[in-house]
């Protein structure tokens, strides 16, 4: 279907349905620009709590579009492509993590909101990469804590806070792939130019960043940084809005040693035609369980809240 046509028929059926967009900073060029909020995860989950429409369409991955059904229930929740998971929702099996956590009773559960609803409901505080180290920093020094699913963020929690949290073995896929060495040969192919870096990448890779933070913070340290130039290291939809809010900026991915971009498989599943498939028939819909929604909703919320208290979020 033509291009042109498809952009025009999502605006339209939006109007007409009282939906709206939400998109990660992830998502294909195209499905950023036609969203009606673009955001990294923690701000896309209080969009989704505040939103007064009808339908919202999440054009993100699963557990992104269950959080916005789990935090605003009495709306109709959308995903094109109802098969878009993550890595590391995929790592981290409820009865797996079931007996995980049995191994450690007098541990409190902070999971990263990359995970099911099931992992969710079993956790006390979830947390993002846009609050995860303040969030820990403001629990009490001697609190013991299991942190799931991702141990390269949980690792980098540990080390600048200086936590000792048992981190369950998981990973992104998507990150975890790509090497300090790659960063090493762009920083010498561009000396002095500053690398931004997700917390989802290995140690040895954040260890030779200049910057390591949420897609939003790594936004927000190039809006403020006097260099032209970023080496990037993170998935590359972002290039979209860097580019977008930084016309004049040059922007460098990295990508895997056999030369793969950072592409996330599972964020690109979501196209044009699905979008407007999406919208035209209210369908693949976020359904869950009261239970399970109930359950999930207390550690977001809890997450919600401290963030607020903390002036992570307004
Ligand atoms: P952010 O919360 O930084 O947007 O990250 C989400 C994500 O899936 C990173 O891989
Ligand atoms: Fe999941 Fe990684 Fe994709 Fe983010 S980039 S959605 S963590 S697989």
């Not at 559960?109 to 099911?116: D, G, L, R, W």
């Not at 960043?209 to 970023?230: C, E, R, W």
């Not at 950072?262 to 919208?279: D, F, H, P, R, S």
Request: aromatic share 6%.
């Amino acid at each position: 279907m033509d291009t042109e046509f498809l952009k025009q028929e999502i605006l339209r059926l939006k109007r007409e349905k009282n939906a709206v967009i939400l998109g990660h900073y992830y998502q294909r060029d195209e499905i950023q620009a036609l969203s009606d909020y673009v955001g990294d995860s923690l701000a896309l989950a209080q969009k989704a709590q505040q939103c007064e429409n009808d339908i919202i369409v999440f054009c993100g991955v699963h557990f992104m579009a269950e959080t916005a059904k789990i935090l605003n229930p009495s709306r109709k929740v959308l995903l094109p492509d109802v098969t878009a998971t993550c890595s590391l929702a995929e790592c981290c099996p409820g009865e797996d993590f079931a007996r995980f956590k049995a191994q450690y009773p007098d541990y409190m559960v902070i999971s990263y909101v990359n995970c099911s609803a099931e992992i969710k409901a079993m956790s006390d505080l979830i947390c993002t990469s846009g609050n995860a180290e303040k969030l820990v920093r403001a629990l009490p020094e001697d609190q013991k804590i299991i942190f799931a699913p991702d141990r390269n963020l949980g690792g980098y929690i540990n080390r600048v806070t200086g936590r000792e949290m048992v981190l369950w073995d998981g990973c992104c896929t998507v990150h975890d792939a790509l090497r300090a060495e790659s960063v090493l040969k762009l920083k010498a192919e561009y000396p002095g130019v500053p690398v931004v870096a997700h917390p989802e990448c290995r140690k040895e890779l954040l260890d030779v960043a200049d910057f390591v933070g949420s897609t939003k913070a790594m936004l927000t340290y190039i809006q403020n940084s006097p260099s032209d130039t970023i080496i990037v290291g993170t998935e590359r939809g972002i290039l979209y809005e860097m580019q977008q809010a930084n016309p004049g900026k040059r922007f460098i991915p990295v990508s895997s040693p056999d030369g793969r971009p950072c592409e996330c498989g599972y964020m690109k599943q979501n196209t044009l035609e699905n979008l407007y498939a999406c919208l035209r028939d209210e369908t693949p819909e976020i359904i869950m369980s009261d239970e399970i929604i109930e359950k999930a909703k207390k550690p977001i919320i809890r997450m919600l809240e401290m963030s607020k208290q903390l002036g992570i979020i307004k």
